[in-house]
């Protein structure tokens, strides 16, 4: 039986970060939205990423400054002060946002199966979806939904962007067809190898395409670009550091195809339904992949995850990590390229 059998009056749902993951959100709460449009909802999300998705239709953003600590808890505490949801739905396992549930008034506190809840976020919730088979992320968050009493429906999103937002990208991009390269991943070591991604960036320019980099300020990242762009024989447009969230955004959505490791720009396209070719090595593609482009993706975490473990993949727990910073290496310039094009030729 679901939670629900007719339109709850109020939910609230806590997904902090990341960027990947709140994008993964952002569909299954539409997706509530779809089924109960009447249904007052309110989304607890870190502050970095409720920059992208400030604006969003008919959602009340609470912003958590996690870098604030207790301060920042106490801060959500007191505008969530005198509220009592019909239901919080907890969609994240870290001990810092299970505390930060406690301070939130709700009649059922929706958690994920205890099989699954790491850091005892089971001690926070006194309801919990059945869901343990589902190995996407946005599948696992739709299972929330589903929990609810909201039907199965294909993922769709509509992020806030300005017509500023898309006349940015078009000043930047033009309308030359277009790959978008985001190279940075979270972690250095699950970044592909700069001079991979100029060979691709080369070939790609060869075929008639623009090829643009995007990425953060961070100083790890442009130092990625401008290793890349030295070891790249064709001119690249350098976006890396120069995009806020939603202009990214739209960078993306104006491409023809996103190249990128597993990072939040790769889940960003994919909102946007622009194709991305993913690279994998650490993570299992299946579970933090892009999610129209699951069967594009190149990976080695198979045969990595089989090496460390002694297990297969089916075998080893949901998220499952790959250890090491010679493991993007294992993928191939020719692989990725074979790849580029079966994808484009399915467009």
């Not at 060869?206 to 024989?233: F, H």
């Not at 960003?268 to 339904?273: E, K, L, V």
């Not at 482009?293 to 990976?299: C, I, K, R, T």
Request: proline residues 5%.
């Amino acid at each position: 039986m679901p939670l629900f059998t007719h339109a709850p009056r109020s939910l609230c749902f806590l997904r902090l970060s990341a960027i990947g993951d709140v994008c993964h959100a952002v569909a299954a709460i539409q997706a509530v939205q779809r089924h109960w449009p009447q249904t007052q909802i309110t989304w607890v999300v870190g502050k970095v990423e409720a920059q992208l998705l400030a604006g969003l239709d008919g959602v009340e953003l609470v912003v958590f400054d996690k870098k604030a600590g207790l301060a920042g808890m106490r801060h959500v505490w007191r505008q969530l002060k005198g509220r009592r949801f019909d239901a919080l739905v907890h969609m994240q396992l870290a001990l810092r946002a299970s505390l930060l549930t406690v301070g939130i008034g709700a009649r059922y506190r929706v958690g994920f199966h205890r099989h699954r809840a790491k850091e005892g976020q089971w001690l926070f919730t006194n309801k919990r979806i059945p869901d343990t088979q589902s190995c996407h992320v946005l599948d696992s968050f739709f299972a929330f939904t589903q929990y609810l009493g909201v039907p199965v429906m294909p993922p769709q999103w509509q992020l806030p962007l300005s017509e500023d937002d898309h006349a940015f990208a078009k000043a930047q991009l033009g309308d030359k067809p277009t790959v978008v390269i985001s190279p940075a991943a979270s972690k250095d070591e699950r970044n592909w190898l700069p001079e991979r991604y100029a060979e691709f960036a080369d070939y790609a320019v060869g075929k008639g395409y623009q090829v643009a980099l995007c990425g953060s300020p961070a100083a790890r990242e442009k130092t990625l670009a401008a290793c890349i762009i030295a070891a790249a024989n064709a001119p690249l447009v350098n976006l890396v550091g120069q995009t806020s969230l939603k202009q990214l955004a739209a960078v993306l959505a104006r491409a023809d195809a996103v190249l990128a490791p597993d990072s939040g720009p790769a889940h960003m396209a994919t909102t946007q339904g622009t194709p991305v070719l993913g690279l994998y090595g650490h993570s299992n593609p299946k579970r933090t992949g892009p999610y129209n482009n699951l069967a594009d993706v190149v990976s080695v975490y198979e045969t990595f995850a089989e090496q460390q473990y002694g297990k297969s993949v089916d075998q080893l727990a949901w998220s499952t990590r790959v250890k090491g910073d010679h493991v993007m290496a294992a993928i191939d310039a020719q692989q990725v390229i074979d790849a580029f094009e079966t994808m484009m030729a399915k467009q």
